[in-house]
């Protein structure tokens, strides 16, 4: 039963998808500059609030628990190693690994127990790929040796490469096997075209685009697995109920969102800040999906929220620097009083921080059992104002900052870092109080990695919009003044620099201690969600293809039963 939803568009943005009246009403709201506007908000919040879902109701619960009670059956009666492997790598594709945790350790443990670590004569390129695959995804260790006399062969098999293609992706640094495999599979991918079926080329096109698979990625998958006579219509059955009844949860989620974003009554006296609720619980939706992670997205919808408002003032409200370091400073204090330096409107915005803030340290310390969030929210807040000041002065000071000084100081104002402190008190394990630093510490490398990602993403998808309005710099303007080198090369060597960084949380992933790896899972999906909002520009500020599809995809639209 899938709905006709047009009307959750606002008037000035409905049909968009091919409507040339659309593009034309947007190129005449997209002049963005220092001190311009964005387009507008394309949603109609009314419509938003007026959906039903009949996924919420609690037949469909006991229907769920149903379905799972035969996918259970259907891996425990599964005896071959390979189809249970295959069928473990397709319940994670299908957004359904959270509901059987403990089945899947217990058969991945199984298999390591019996020594079955290798590939018992059957070393085929999809086989070798899948095991490598599914097992080092769930933090096994297993070598790239295995690929040492199927890379270099010739492959036509689509799927097989597909399946390297996405073991490449869980690369170490060194491991230069997998490096190989990346480029041979991602060179045969693209060169295959039109040879390929209609569902197969999508399949295809989808994972050169995006290969980190997440919840975005789930319904297209349910859909894709659909038309494969191959699979089974036990996990199909519910994949498809299970897709739903999230998207009821997630429903619900965003009503009580806007509901908050609409009594806040910011624009009133902020009206140059973008009004982006959907399209920031997106982005939460995208970091972490599952039902029992609620509080968890409506802290990150807030704080996204909040972060591109501040992003706002410093970038599009024709503050000059003097008044951006009076509000850093009021800022820094956070004693909630009212600043004489600063206006009525600047004053309100800092008080929306600050009960925003409160409110969410609060919560965390009521679902999470944590003792003092406050002050570590309060500083992350502060470093990030700190560095979004530091581009301000910058800008003003027509400064090109070396790639080094843009980096250290993007990770900040990428907002990685801070997005990541409200994950690891939602996903950590409470500890004694002085342990929370030690325990930051230790994923401190981890956080970098997925804040650069995060800015040179950023930097790669926003970089010919900042450049037309006379922005500060980016990676891409660094490089190119450093080295002396074209865009092109420089959106290279940028894109090389995500790679590694990729590499190094891949490793992080699987060393690190259990009591951080929900912690590493979920923040890393900051950096996956970040591919996607900058993949063509920027989803969130321009609300134009990226983000429109998916709100309309994940929040609007209830896949078929059969």
């Known amino acids: 039963m899938e709905s006709k939803n047009g009307g959750l568009l606002a008037d000035h943005d409905r049909g968009k998808y091919d409507s040339s009246q659309v593009h034309a009403m947007i190129a005449e709201t997209d002049q963005i500059q220092k001190t311009g506007v964005y387009r507008p908000n394309i949603w109609k919040y009314d419509r938003i609030e007026a959906l039903r879902n009949e996924y919420a109701d609690e037949k469909y619960e006991r229907m769920l628990g149903k379905l799972i009670g035969e996918v259970q059956g259907l891996l425990s009666n599964t005896a071959d190693t390979w189809e249970k492997l295959e069928l473990l790598d397709n319940m994670e594709k299908l957004g359904l690994t959270y509901l059987f945790e403990h089945e899947i350790k217990k058969v991945l443990d199984t298999l390591v127990s019996n020594n079955n670590l290798n590939l018992d004569g059957e070393k085929d390129l999809y086989n070798t790929a899948l095991f490598f695959t599914v ?156 039902p029992k992670y609620g509080s968890l997205r409506n802290w990150l919808t807030k704080s996204i929220t909040l972060i591109l408002v501040l992003d706002d003032v410093f970038d599009a409200s024709g503050c000059t620097l003097e008044e951006l370091e009076n509000f850093t400073s009021a800022l820094n204090r956070w004693d909630g009083e009212q600043n004489e330096k600063l206006s009525a409107g600047m004053n309100i915005c800092l008080q929306t921080l600050y009960d925003t803030i409160k409110n969410i340290a609060s919560e965390i310390e009521d679902v999470y059992g944590w003792n003092s969030v406050s002050p570590h929210l309060q500083k992350a807040w502060t470093t990030f104002c700190q560095s979004m000041l530091k581009e301000a002065r910058w800008f003003n000071t027509k400064y090109t900052p070396s790639l080094k000084e843009h980096t250290d100081n993007g990770r900040n104002s990428s907002s990685g870092p801070l997005l990541s402190l409200h994950i690891f008190f939602a996903l950590v394990t409470k500890t004694e109080p002085n342990q929370v630093i030690e325990l930051l510490q230790c994923t401190a490398k981890h956080q970098h990695n997925v804040a650069l990602i995060f800015r040179l993403c950023n930097d790669l998808g926003n970089y010919a919009v900042e450049i037309e309005r006379s922005d500060a710099s980016s990676s891409i303007q660094c490089i190119m003044q450093e080295q002396g080198v ?49 993949h063509n520009g920027d989803g969130v500020s321009n609300a134009d293809g990226m983000t429109r599809n998916q709100v309309m995809d994940l929040l609007s639209e209830p896949l078929l039963l059969t």
Request: with cysteine; aromatic share 10%.
């Open 135 to 290: 097992l080092r995804k769930h933090g096994f260790h297993v070598s790239q040796d295995m690929f040492a006399d199927l890379v270099d062969n010739t492959h036509s098999d689509m799927k097989a490469m597909l399946k390297l293609f996405e073991a490449s992706h869980l690369a170490f640094e060194g491991e230069n096997i997998l490096d190989r495999a990346n480029l041979i599979s991602r060179n045969y991918l693209k060169s295959i075209g039109s040879s390929a079926e209609d569902a197969s080329l999508a399949n295809v096109t989808r994972s050169l685009k995006d290969p980190y698979n997440i919840w975005y990625n789930v319904k297209t998958q349910i859909r894709f697995h659909g038309k494969n006579t191959n699979s089974s219509s036990h996990l199909l059955n519910l994949a498809r109920y299970n897709f739903n009844m999230i998207q009821a949860t997630h429903q619900k989620e965003v009503k009580e969102l806007l509901r908050w974003w609409k009594a806040l009554d910011l624009k009133r006296s902020l009206p140059f800040i973008r009004n982006r609720v959907m399209e920031s619980f997106v982005c939460a939706v995208g970091i972490v999906s599952e």
């Open 486 to 534: 074209s865009e092109e090369v420089a959106r290279d060597q940028i894109k090389h620099m995500i790679a590694n960084a990729w590499k190094k949380i891949n490793y992080q992933c699987q060393t690190q201690s259990p009591l951080l790896q929900p912690y590493l899972k979920y923040s890393a999906n900051i950096a996956r969600v970040a591919h996607v909002v900058y």
